[in-house]
């Protein structure tokens, strides 16, 4: 794989976002493949071989390993895999990590068994496509969080508060609404809902990568230049970036939905301890959000797993005990 220059890399920022830490990614330990929409599909079981103690590894049938499918730019997905890799190792899981580019990828994994869980997920509105697609193969294991919004989203200084404003302006944001991965279900919903819905067609939805999008949402508000992307919350980035999400007065991007832990066929039956402790492993907005704010900010890059021990002795009774702790 070429390597190129991370776009969360630390560099030199205007005065304006000289406060704000991007995040920095990297792979992650135990295990990692960043795997596209050939990747998983094509490598099956070979991209997950289990480790450990005799366990069966990637959700083939029972054992003691635990595979956690996410999208590592989705730091929902990143945040809650590394607080259940805390919580299921100290139940004598082994956990393993497979970091995915696509949503599409993820959902067919999870249904094959490649992986044993999705961490968070949002199968209601955002992911219905995929789980009309693979849902009969998919056990929901619990919504962990409420109130989950997608958005289309402007900077404060940017003087317009709804999508509908948008209209007639597309000059001013260069014709375009950058987007993140062309498989997730907030591209689906804009290309689809949202620029038709209010006569946007004016607009070029660019998709590439959630990384890119952060990265052309910097260097426009390090310019105070307007620029119109797509976000959701929760999401570090909206704060971080002092972002304003735009009034939906026609609902195109549906209503607000939870994110769900999601398992593989047969995980309530091969891991009960783990699907009841998960079952009541519920988080607040104001939980959620500390937890992804050490994470993704106050720790950052390589020290996920560090984060969520800070983050869990800061919350020592927000999640069910682990028997013998």
């Known amino acids: 794989m070429t390597n190129r220059r991370d776009p969360f890399a630390p560099r030199t920022l205007g005065a304006r ?26 490598m099956g079981l070979a991209a997950c071989g289990g480790s450990g103690d005799g366990g069966s590894g990637g959700g083939g049938g029972g054992g003691d390993t635990i ?18 890799d805390n919580r299921l190792t100290a ?3 082994t956990v393993e990590h497979e970091q995915i580019t696509e949503a599409g990828v993820l959902y067919a994994g999870l249904a094959q068994g490649d992986v044993d869980m999705f961490p968070s997920a949002w ?9 009309e697609e693979y849902g009969e193969d998919i056990e929901d294991l619990v919504a962990y969080y409420e109130g989950a919004v997608l958005n289309l989203s402007v900077p404060q200084y940017v003087d317009i508060t709804s999508i509908d404003e948008l209209v007639g302006q597309a000059d001013r944001f260069g014709g375009r609404i950058v987007g993140i991965e062309p498989g997730a279900g907030l591209t689906e919903a804009t290309q689809e809902k949202v ?26 508000i390090d310019a105070e230049e307007d620029i119109v992307v797509t976000l959701w919350t929760p999401f ?33 039956e091969d891991f009960p301890d783990a699907a009841e402790w998960i ?25 996920e797993a560090e984060a969520v021990e800070a983050w869990l002795e800061e919350n020592p009774d927000v999640l069910p005990p682990v028997e013998g702790e």
């Not at 199968?123 to 789980?131: D, G, I």
């Not at 038709?196 to 990384?211: D, F, H, K």
């Open 279 to 303: 079952a009541g492993a519920t988080l607040s907005d104001e939980q959620f959000g500390s937890l992804e704010d050490m994470v993704v900010n106050e720790y950052g890059e390589g020290k």
């Open 17 to 42: 976002s000289a406060a704000r830490r991007p995040l920095v990614r990297r792979p992650v330990t135990r295990r990692s493949a960043m795997l596209g929409a050939a990747g998983l599909m094509g």
């Open 236 to 268: 570090w980035a909206m704060p971080a970036y002092d972002m304003k999400a735009l009034e939906d007065p026609e609902g195109h991007f549906g209503e607000a939905e939870a994110l769900h832990h999601l398992g593989r066929t047969g995980f309530k």
């Open 91 to 93: 139940m004598g899981y």
């Open 195 to 220: 620029i038709p819905g209010y006569g946007l067609e004016e607009y070029e939805l660019v998709t590439s990568s959630t990384a890119a999008m952060i990265t052309e949402l910097e260097n426009a």
């Open 123 to 131: 199968p209601e509105v955002t992911h219905a496509s995929y789980m």
């Open 67 to 84: 595979t956690l499918g996410y999208i590592p730019s989705w730091t929902d997905g990143l945040s809650t895999a590394y607080l259940l």
